[in-house]
């Protein structure tokens, strides 16, 4: 079972073969037995592997240098993991060249030799070795405090290194030895970043923590500076279709327009013609270029409440690729003819040079259509606006046969004024309009994958896996304590999961099941191998629509060209040859950036609410630990931790069948998704760290539920005492549906 699965936890094992009660037993004394015998190999805090094995792809420490100069790294969990050979990288550098204390994302392969060697996908952000940190100094000692909320440790810098800092400098600093057995590690600056309370340091901060890279060297500047606009050689004139651009009010960079019209044909009675035109990022962004260079290694835009690191230079993103209205523009455009039931009957690629007729805010035009045009929207909205939304009707019938997955999800915008303050925190509205677009989008995506498909061309799809067995037992599980009922053998099905929500809505438990399907849902990948798109219950996806700002929808831009022949600028033989490792670093680069994203609007979060401390605030537990509660402030979105000291005189066991946080002597309850109140305690902008002090009584003690015994702490209590730790988790949901 463990060479198959790579690494597993005694709970894995067990649920595949199926023990229970005295087997269970059984099973611990086995692995301890098998583990004594050098058999098996642990794999961070619960994990076990073979012993000596290592996973295709892991995250590893570049932990010593040989007398060839050559680099070593090991597993970061595994002690038994042998050390590797570091092999140099195919192709460009991929982040720059690794050196000691480094942690790395590695492939791990044979090579000619029959010996094993780990070839670096990426590197990770801040290594095991280096810290992103501030600068507090006393008459006593210079100290550098991690900005990392999950760092405890402070390094200590000698009076003379720190003589020309000052208190509140954001710094990077090496990681020395421990010169006694107690007490914090010398440090050692190697750059000054910025300063804590300067504007934007939140966003500063995400970007040093988690590798993202910025800027662009002078050759690719040179490179979009060059750019030309747009001439009609070798493209088809759209120029007096009237698409139009519905983005956020604030968007610099507009890659996709839209417009809609009845079918003529009479064959098709009811249908519908729609357009999608999408930015021809391709023609100006070369494989083999810098900017293509570049590109690749970002993998995408960054999206701060303050800034956007883009994935392109701003005279191409906000520029030429952009689809301003009234210029002419290089697009890529998709004509989908819809039946009047919503089914597709057929669609078209053309390269071709558009003029966008009207920029939009989504606001805007849900206005017009909802009876409120303005000047701008008045015109447009019998010719273009009315017979858009029609079209989306139309298609919505399409939607609701194939029946995506319709988890809610609140999302929040951070306002930031001039001087980089928080001003405001408030929900932003979910609108027809931003449905209109995203279905719109969504069936120009599933085009561009029929068609590479069709032409045998690879390509990089966009895949979501269906939860796994082990997730779907754990939500029977738990919609058994709701009373809800759910079969444990019935294979997951989008809408199954749709009338569980359905029926839920609007009741007690609405919020709550939410939160728990949310969870049990697996992350969306990109791959070259197509397993479908579970959450949208789509057989093939592929990004296509937002090249400006993904590199994937680059590469699926280039297939097209080649797979139609519209042009000499698409996939070439090396875009083929890396496709599947692409695939792996955009997927990585998505990752990083989502997490860069939340760290810095936790950050923001924090600042707001920093002067808001001893305040009282509605909140809805949405994390359940041994350690305490995770709460959701209903004002703001804010995430922050309730410590289980703060919830009463009694001991609490986490039950995590029912998500509940149970008294050992009373039975009283804190479940996952009970409203409460809080008293906020701490707020600390510099870690994006929130404490809440529960104000709420528990729920009373379930009396169908069995009652904790006493002594349980000792046998499956392992996580910190009371009132320890403290963070929050990652939210699921970051800037828009990263679908």
Same mark, same amino acid.
Do not use: H, Y
């Given at each position: 079972f463990l060479a198959e699965a790579g690494e597993a936890e005694k709970a894995d094992i067990a649920k595949a073969f199926g023990l229970k009660g005295a087997d269970r037993r059984a099973l611990r004394d086995l692995l301890k037995s098998l583990e004594a015998e050098g058999a098996l190999g642990k794999r961070g805090r619960k994990g076990f592997a073979q012993a000596g094995s290592v996973p295709p792809v892991g995250v590893v420490d570049v932990v010593e240098r040989d007398p060839d100069g050559e680099l070593l790294v090991r597993l970061t969990k595994g002690e038994d993991a042998?050390?590797? @050979?570091? %092999?140099? *990288?195919?192709?460009?550098e991929v982040g720059g060249a690794p050196g000691l204390g480094d942690r790395l994302l590695v492939r791990f392969e044979t090579n000619e030799a029959g010996e094993l060697e780990a070839r670096m996908i990426k590197r990770l952000g801040q290594s095991a070795h280096r810290v992103l940190g501030v600068i507090r100094k006393s008459n006593r000692e210079v100290r550098v405090e991690p900005v990392d909320r999950r760092s405890k440790e402070s390094l200590l810098l000698s009076h003379a290194a720190g003589a020309d800092?000052? $208190?509140? $400098? !954001?710094?990077l600093a090496s990681v020395g030895l421990q010169e006694q057995r107690y007490g914090p590690k010398r440090g050692k600056v190697l750059e000054?970043?910025?300063?804590? $309370?300067?504007? @934007? *340091? %939140?966003? !500063?901060? %995400?970007?040093h923590t988690h590798g993202i890279p910025t800027g662009f060297s002078a050759e690719a500047e040179a490179e979009a500076e060059a750019a030309e606009a747009p001439t009609l050689t070798g493209r088809e004139d759209l120029r007096d279709i009237p698409l139009l651009t519905i983005d956020p009010p604030d968007a610099r960079d507009h890659d996709d327009a839209v417009y809609a019209h009845a079918d003529d044909d009479p064959k098709n009675p009811g249908g519908w013609i729609v357009w999608v035109a999408i930015a021809d990022v391709a023609a100006y962004v070369r494989n083999g270029s810098a900017l293509d260079k570049e590109a690749r290694e970002k993998g995408n835009s960054t999206y701060f409440p303050d800034r956007v690191e883009p994935m392109l230079p701003e005279r191409l993103s906000a520029g030429l690729c952009?689809?301003?209205?009234?210029?002419? @523009?290089?697009?890529l455009a998709v004509r989908m003819v819809f039946d009047q039931g919503g089914k597709k009957r057929g669609h078209r690629f053309v390269r071709g040079l558009m003029r966008s007729a009207a920029k939009l805010s989504y606001e805007q035009a849900q206005a017009a259509v909802d009876g409120f045009p303005d000047d701008h929207t008045n015109?447009? !909205?019998?010719?273009?606006?009315?017979p858009l939304w029609a079209a989306y009707h139309v298609m919505l019938k399409g939607r609701r046969a194939r029946s995506p997955l319709a988890i809610e999800s609140q999302e929040r915008k951070i306002v930031i004024n001039a001087e980089g303050e928080v001003t405001s925190i408030t929900p932003r509205p979910s609108l027809e309009a931003h449905r209109l677009i995203e279905e /719109? /989008?969504?069936q120009a995506n599933v085009c561009a994958a029929e068609t590479l498909e069709q032409k045998k061309t690879p390509l990089i799809y966009r895949i979501h896996d269906q939860p796994s067995q082990e997730k779907?037992?754990?939500?029977?599980d738990f919609l058994g304590t709701l009373g809800l009922p759910w079969t444990k053998g019935e294979a997951p099905r989008t809408e199954r999961f749709n009338k569980l929500l359905a029926d839920t809505r609007g009741g007690p438990h609405a919020d709550i099941v939410n939160e728990v399907v949310l969870r049990t849902q697996m992350q969306a990948v990109y791959s070259t191998d197509n397993i479908g798109h579970f959450g949208l219950n789509l057989d093939r996806y592929a990004h296509f629509t937002s090249p400006i700002r993904r590199y994937a929808d680059l590469i699926v831009h280039r297939a097209l060209i080649g797979a139609l022949g519209l042009g000499s600028d698409g996939l070439t033989d090396k875009d083929m040859a890396q496709m599947k490792d692409t695939a792996e670093r955009i997927t990585f680069a998505e990752r990083r950036s989502m997490a860069a994203e939340r760290d810095a609007t936790d950050r923001y979060v924090a600042a707001f609410l920093s002067d808001r401390v001893g305040a009282e605030f509605a909140g809805r537990i949405t994390g359940v630990t041994r350690f305490g509660l995770f709460v959701k402030l209903d004002e703001t979105g804010a995430d922050g931790l309730a410590p289980v000291s703060s919830l009463g005189g009694e001991y609490f066991v986490h039950d995590d069948r029912s998500h509940a946080l149970v008294g050992e002597r009373t039975g009283k309850r804190w479940p996952l998704g009970m409203s409460v109140t809080v008293k906020l305690r701490e707020a600390t902008p510099i870690t994006g760290g929130l404490l809440f002090e529960m104000v709420s009584e528990a729920l009373p003690a379930d009396p169908n539920a069995p009652r904790p015994r006493l002594g349980m702490r000792e046998r499956n209590f392992s996580g910190p005492k009371r009132g320890g730790g403290a963070g929050k988790p990652a939210p699921k949901r970051g800037r828009g549906a990263r679908r």
């Open positions: 042998p050390t590797v @050979r570091l %092999a140099p *990288a195919r192709g460009e800092l000052r $208190d509140g $400098d !954001l710094v000054v970043v910025g300063r804590e $309370d300067q504007p @934007r *340091a %939140a966003s !500063l901060i %995400a970007i952009s689809l301003r209205q009234g210029e002419n @523009r290089a697009c015109p447009l !909205l019998e010719p273009v606006l009315k /719109m /989008m969504v779907i037992f754990s939500l029977v």
